[in-house]
DNA sequence: ATTTTAAAACCGACCAGTCAGTCATTTTTT
DNA sequence: AAAAAATGACTGACTGGTCGGTTTTAAAAT
């Protein structure tokens, strides 16, 4: 049996040294040794806390999913859409710098790990683009896009975009003025996204 | 030393047998003797015609790239902003369908492998983005597009979308009609780099 | 044409390294 | 003192790469 998650510190401990050390290199170069050193226990606690290093790696992206979910949209259906956009840019911008490894972990293992862990990355993925479509749908009726638009086709590109720009702010350079930049894309996807 | 490419055709034999397997599970997944098995040779010839797993890996994605820039832009400068984009799309998708398989290694294979596979294909991909950019710039010199464009940002955007596109296109349902979306898709992404 | 011969191509059993997960033992807590 | 927690040496499964030996090919000799 598990322990339950508030026996200690230990659980959390545990996930912050497991985005540290999955972040270096990946899912499949980071060694269940290495995040028990990087943590400051022995390799066996782990598995006190965790079933398997599949299961680690789950948990540590659920954490972090949920916790700028928690952040994110107050789902203010009456905000205009452009506003809503800005709110998801910035919110998964924001969380890329405030949780760089983590951040890491989620980007760059999407292909990595077991074909259980594929499978779970990619219904999220589809998910994610399916609550936008939804969005783009409730603006379209509202009126706010062109009348002919194709929300499929447009979810798919703009969560691409965002994609994109959190590939490259969690990569790259620290970007200098997120809020800008964010600004500045959304503006452009809002152009795209009316009518002709 | 490696035997020359012409030797026979087993050296293609292993790349197709390589993109099949890789693209099943993935770099990581994948088992030499199973691309072996695929080829129908033995395990060891693999090696006569590669130095390792790592340089399989990327003879393979590189033989995938000269192909489709083959048949890429003839660059043909005169071509309007909106024309190029349009072949660049097209160009990637139509590639996806036909290598249905190798686009997958491609795709998802970005973040997987060693230290120095990582590093390679995150330099590719800084380097489509930057020529990107060099086409916007161009376009915008020639006011193709708004006199305030931030270039760089719509560069990251605009490669973002397209590799969702792609992403979309390589692993969901076979898509009914690529130059239709492709066209839609243009056409949200020039009106989004117009003037506002 | 046939045989000889040597090189080139091919092969898969094996080796050596790796690492997730276990569990008997030790340490800490109650 | 006994229960709970922590530990790390160990194991078993796995796989990239090697290498001595076999087969195929092609050229040379008869």
Chains 1, 2 share one sequence.
Not at 96 to 108: C, G, M, N, P, Q
């Amino acid at each position: 049996m598990l322990k339950p998650a508030s026996s200690t510190g230990k659980r959390e401990l545990i996930l912050n040294a497991a985005a540290k050390v999955f972040s270096r290199h990946g899912f499949h170069r980071a060694r269940m040794e290495d995040v028990a050193a990087e943590a400051g226990v022995g390799k066996g606690t782990i598995y006190e806390y965790f079933e398997s290093k599949d299961s680690l790696f789950k948990e540590l992206v659920r954490e972090g999913l949920n916790f700028y979910s928690r952040a994110k949209l107050a789902e203010t259906g009456k905000d205009s859409l452009g506003e809503k956009l800005r709110r998801l840019f910035l919110v998964h911008l924001k969380f890329s710098i405030d949780y760089r490894d983590l951040s890491k972990v989620a980007l760059s293992d999407y292909a990595t790990g077991s074909e259980d862990i594929r499978r779970w990355v990619s219904s999220m993925r589809q998910e994610k683009v399916a609550r936008l479509k939804e969005m783009l749908d409730q603006a379209k009726e509202r009126g706010e896009t062109g009348r002919d638009l194709d929300t499929g086709v447009a979810a798919v590109l703009i969560w691409g975009a965002l994609g994109s720009l959190w590939y490259q702010v969690t990569w790259e350079e620290p970007p200098p003025d997120i809020d800008g930049m964010v600004d500045q894309s959304v503006q452009m996807v809002m152009r795209g996204l009316e009518n002709g």
